[in-house]
């Protein structure tokens, strides 16, 4: 019975089945045909195999390309991605007075600041204001006064936020942090996407990439929360549960300096784009950005 079924779809069948396999469930009648990524000749040779692997995150990997669904249950969001001898700075990099400085904003209870620039095809962090457990009202002017005492008010701000903070927010009265934000006389600029997944996938390709020897992420080394949060602090969940899924990052203390971060990283990518966007191509043009890769 299992032979003559799934002798249907041998007529479909190409001659090499390398990468192909046929299987049955003997109880429903039900056949699957798998289809590895070998099934394409020139993904079976070792150096497409390599290059391949070594682009991507271990884990999408697994997931992609070899058909692993473990869970990575409490295991780093960029496990076997960051190196803190390849993207922590030995030697502390002050501000470039001759580009504009990226901050990236997370808020709820414990609200965060990442400072960054974005230089040629390199995105350096300068400094976190991580953790502020206050509201937006007073979070805002103690990031201004910071950034004015460190770097000075000449410099040139972008502040790239949690697209939810648009329209929500803890502060009194009921206004949103970006409303807050531009009573400070900010032009708060909402990232991309809120998804988890892209999110992620923005820090990685910086994390990932090279230029001249370096790393297209590097971090002053005074930034601890988010140093710490990069070697396992930011994690997924040990289990799951009714509120939590298990391919999100755990909410805490380390999540929301990388929360920022990563809207930053959303902002870059979307700098590389070819576009008509006059906001884009102002902050292009200050940044002489020239990253080629491309948004999900």
Known sequence: ?????????????????????????????????ELDFIVQPHKRDPEWIKKTKNSMPKKRWEIEMMRSWHTFAGKPI???IFFKNLHVLKIPRSADPDYPIFRGWDFGGNQSCVITQIIGSQIIVLDELPNAGTNTRTFAPEVISH???????????????????MWEGKTAGGFSCSQV????????????????????????????????????????????????????GYHYPEKPSQSRRMDRPVKNLYSHIHD???????????????????????ERALTGYSFTGSER
């Open 181 to 232: 934000m531009k009573e400070f006389n900010l032009d708060p600029k909402p990232a991309r996407t809120n998804d988890p997944e892209l999110r992620i996938d923005a820090v990685t390709k910086f994390l990932m990439g090279s230029v001249k020897s370096e790393r297209t992420l590097l971090i002053n080394p005074h930034c601890n929360m988010l140093i710490k949060g990069f070697e396992g």
């Open 1 to 33: 019975m299992a032979k003559n079924k799934i002798g249907k779809f041998e007529r479909f069948m190409p001659k090499d089945r390398t990468g192909i396999s046929i299987r049955e469930n003997p109880k429903n009648g039900f056949v699957v045909v």
């Open 147 to 165: 950034c004015n005492q460190a770097f000075g008010p000449e410099f040139v701000y972008f502040d790239i936020i949690d697209p939810s903070a």
């Open 260 to 282: 920022g971060l990563q809207y930053v990283c959303l902002r870059a990518l979307k700098l590389s784009k070819r576009n008509h966007d006059e906001e884009i191509e102002y």
């Open 78 to 80: 960029y496990e076997d």
